[in-house]
C-alpha cells in the first residue's frame, strides 16, 4: 500500500541498548523528517534529508543518528538509549519545499527502562 | 530560528458552537507556509488547512478557516459547528526548510 510507514509501532528497551527505528515511504518524496513528540514541547525536528546521501541535523539531534541511502528509506537509530529518549517518534515525508504538506507514519512508542 | 507559539495549552467548546485557536510565530523570512494539524487520540497527524504567505485571503476548508495576520505574525484557526469528532490535539506549523511546530493545544467539544 502507498504511504509512510514506521515500524516497531511499539517498543521498550533498556538503557543503553541501541535501538533503530525504522521509515518506509512509498511516494519518492524527496524530504524525509523524524520528529520526537513529548507533552508540552510539541513536535521537536531531530533529523532531516533532503535528498538520499543528504542529512542535515535539526532542534534536538543529539544521541540519534540517521541515513538515508535509498530515497525511500530513513532509519532512526538510537545508539544508547536514555530514559531521555522515551518518547513517541514520528517519521514524516514531503514532497518537496513549498506549500507542500507533511505525511505522517503512525508514530513509533519508545520506552527506555 | 523560526518559533511557533500557541498560548493556550487547553480549550473547550459546545458541540455546534464556534471556537477559535491561536497560534503566532516568529520568522524574518517573507515567504512561506503555514499548516494547522489535528492529532486525535489514534495518534495519527492529519492536515486540517494550509496558508501561502504571499496570500493575502484567508484559507477556508469547510467549518475551518484561518484568520492570517501577516504583519503580526497571527496564523489562528477557527472551528465553525463544532463536531464531537473535532476533539484532538491542534498543533499550528511553520515551513520553510522544515516545518516547526507549536505546541499544541487540546480541544474538548462538551455535548
Known amino acids: 500500500d502507498a504511504g509512510i510507514t514506521q515500524s516497531p509501532r511499539y517498543k521498550i528497551t533498556e538503557t543503553g541498548r541501541q535501538v533503530t527505528l525504522m521509515c518506509h515511504q512509498t511516494?519518492?518524496?524527496?524530504?524525509m523528517f523524524w520528529y520526537r513528540q513529548d507533552l508540552g514541547h510539541g513536535l521537536r525536528l531531530i533529523y532531516y534529508s533532503a535528498a538520499a546521501d543528504i542529512t542535515d541535523k535539526g532542534e534536538v539531534p543529539d544521541g540519534y543518528v540517521v541515513s538515508r541511502s535509498k530515497t525511500e528509506n530513513f532509519p532512526l537509530t538510537l545508539e544508547s538509549a536514555t530514559r531521555s529518549q522515551t518518547s513517541v517518534y514520528f517519521c514524516?515525508?514531503?514532497?518537496?519545499?513549498?506549500?507542500?504538506?507533511?505525511?505522517f507514519g503512525e508514530g513509533s512508542r519508545l520506552t527506555v527502562l | 530560528a523560526q518559533t511557533v507559539t500557541q498560548s493556550q495549552p487547553e480549550m473547550s467548546v459546545q458541540e455546534a458552537e464556534t471556537v477559535t485557536l491561536s497560534c503566532t510565530y516568529d520568522t524574518s523570512e517573507s515567504d512561506y507556509y503555514l499548516f494547522w494539524y489535528k492529532q486525535p487520540p489514534s495518534r495519527q497527524m492529519i492536515l486540517v488547512i494550509r496558508?501561502?504567505?504571499?496570500?493575502?485571503q484567508n484559507a477556508t476548508e469547510n467549518r475551518f478557516s484561518v484568520n492570517f495576520q501577516k504583519a503580526a505574525k497571527s496564523f489562528s484557526l477557527k472551528i465553525s459547528d463544532s463536531q464531537l469528532g473535532d476533539a484532538a490535539m491542534y498543533f499550528c506549523a511553520y515551513r520553510s526548510a522544515t516545518f516547526v511546530f507549536g505546541p499544541g493545544t487540546r480541544l474538548s467539544v462538551l455535548p
Open positions: 511516494w519518492s518524496h524527496s524530504y
Open positions: 496558508q501561502e504567505a504571499y496570500k493575502q
Open positions: 514524516a515525508s514531503s514532497a518537496g519545499v513549498g506549500s507542500g504538506e507533511l505525511f
